[in-house]
């Protein structure tokens, strides 16, 4: 079994920074790819940014050239760095992560972290 937590999220001005971690344990040999996803109340979830092993990185429009996607494979854990914060990004934020299986990747979820921005 695999277990993410997070951590990091909190209340923050805009223009603020603010930094999210999320750490992977369990029966864990090799991690594939990594991201973070958000949710604003009344949204779907949508992709923020991911990273795959090899550390190759994609970023949602509405965050590139603000948030830093970054992961260490020694820690199994994965961050997203956040600068110049919107209220716009305010939701809550969650981390996945994909295990290579015998039957192919399986994917987890973190159990998510409260990110607000004010104006």
């Known amino acids: 079994q695999v277990q993410l937590v997070e951590s990091g999220g909190g209340l923050v001005q805009a223009g603020g920074s603010l930094r999210l971690s999320c750490a992977a344990s369990?029966?864990?040999?090799?991690?594939?790819?990594m991201g973070w996803y958000r949710q604003a109340p009344g949204k779907q979830r949508e992709l923020v940014a991911a990273?795959?092993?090899?550390?190759?990185?994609n970023y949602a429009d509405s965050v590139k050239g603000r948030f830093t996607i970054s992961r260490d494979n020694a820690k199994n854990t994965v961050y997203l760095q956040m600068n110049s914060l919107k209220p716009e990004d305010t939701g809550v934020y969650y981390c996945?992560?994909?295990?290579?299986?015998?039957?192919?990747?399986?994917?987890?979820w973190g159990q998510g972290t409260q990110v607000t921005v004010s104006s």
């Open positions: 990273i795959t092993s090899g550390g190759s990185t």
């Open positions: 996945n992560v994909y295990i290579p299986t015998a039957l192919g990747s399986r994917g987890y």
């Open positions: 369990g029966s864990i040999f090799s991690i594939n790819g």
